[in-house]
């Protein structure tokens, strides 16, 4: 059931990410999508990623178990610290422009305050 939950999941996920990547390819490049809608799918696009990322990896581990755990049991340990290291590698790269990417879209802006005094 865990590896049909998390294999479910990351397919989603990962085509989510797909179509959001898609239609940031495909956008239309006017000035207020570069506010609001460039980044919001940039960030649906990453968080899907992520998740399809971590489904993966808890699919591997399912299928690990269930494949190698009658058998040989001193070797899952070591595979799945070395599939794992690839995805929490993009993870730790990629992160901090997720962080940057929705406070700046979502943060405070330099563009929403107007000054009430009047420049000659």
């Known amino acids: 059931m865990v590896f049909l939950a998390a294999d479910t999941l990351a397919l989603f996920s990962s085509s989510t990410s797909l179509l ?6 495909t956008s239309r490049y006017s000035e207020k999508d570069f506010l609001r ?18 489904a993966m990896l808890i699919a591997f581990g399912a ?5 190698l755990y009658h058998n040989v049991n001193w070797i899952m340990v070591p595979i ?3 599939a794992s290291v690839p995805s929490l590698l993009f993870a730790f790269l990629q992160f901090p422009l ?11 802006s330099i563009f929403g305050k107007q000054s009430d005094e009047i420049i000659m």
């Open 98 to 108: 997720l962080v940057e990417l929705l406070f700046s879209t979502f943060g405070p």
């Open 20 to 25: 959001m990547f898609l239609g940031i390819l």
């Open 37 to 54: 809608s460039l980044p919001m799918k940039m960030g649906i696009g990453l968080l899907t990623l992520f998740l399809s990322i971590a």
């Open 63 to 67: 299928s690990l178990h269930l494949v």
């Open 80 to 82: 799945g610290l070395v």
